[in-house]
Every structure is written in structure tokens, then in C-alpha cells.
């Protein structure tokens, strides 16, 4: 491998990691704003991710409505939203009927 190869392949390393790094995730600042009973949990979160189909279209056309709410208490309202999303999508059940071989639809 020559020398601009090897160069180029630096480079392309060093931009993945700072893309990779610059998406890393931070604090949840915005969940001290609130009381502590009054953050979203699993059951918000479950019900959330279910409507979140929904909620997408409606927040393209309304500033006052987000898809996932930033004052939540963790990773039980961030599992619960996933299982809501995997509802709505259908799920692995649904997509396992599509790989089937020799399927007749």
C-alpha cells in the first residue's frame, strides 16, 4: 500500500471517529427541570413510541409537538418507547413472515 493510500485511509478514519464521536449522546439536562414525579417513565414511553408514527406527522407541521420527551426518567421511559416502536412497526413478528421461503401470498 502506498504512502497516499495510507494517508487517505488515516483520514477517513479520523473523520468516521469524529463523526461517530460528535453523536454521542450527553446529559439529560433538561430532566432536573421538573419534579421528579412528574418525569416520563416506562408506561409514557411505551404509549409514546406506540403513537410515534402519528406523532412524526404532526410535529412536521407543529412546532409544539416532539416525538420523544426530553424529561424522562432513563433508560425505563427509553425501553418502554422502543417496545412502543416495535408495536407500531409491527415488530420482529411480522417481519419474519416475509422471509419465509416459499410463502404464497
Known amino acids: 500500500m502506498g504512502r497516499s493510500r495510507v494517508a487517505a485511509l488515516a483520514a477517513v478514519v479520523v473523520l468516521a471517529a469524529l463523526l461517530l464521536t460528535g453523536c454521542a449522546p450527553g446529559a439529560n439536562d433538561a430532566a432536573a427541570t421538573v419534579p421528579p414525579e412528574e418525569l416520563a417513565g416506562f408506561w409514557l414511553g411505551l404509549w409514546q413510541g406506540f403513537i410515534s408514527p402519528i406523532t412524526f406527522i404532526v ?47
Open 59 to 105: 410535529s412536521l407541521f407543529n412546532a409544539e409537538v416532539n416525538i420523544y420527551e426530553v424529561r424522562n426518567d432513563g433508560n425505563f421511559y427509553n425501553f418502554g418507547f422502543m417496545i412502543g416502536v416495535a408495536i407500531a412497526f409491527g415488530g420482529p413478528a411480522s417481519a419474519g413472515g416475509y422471509a419465509t421461503p416459499g410463502r404464497k401470498g
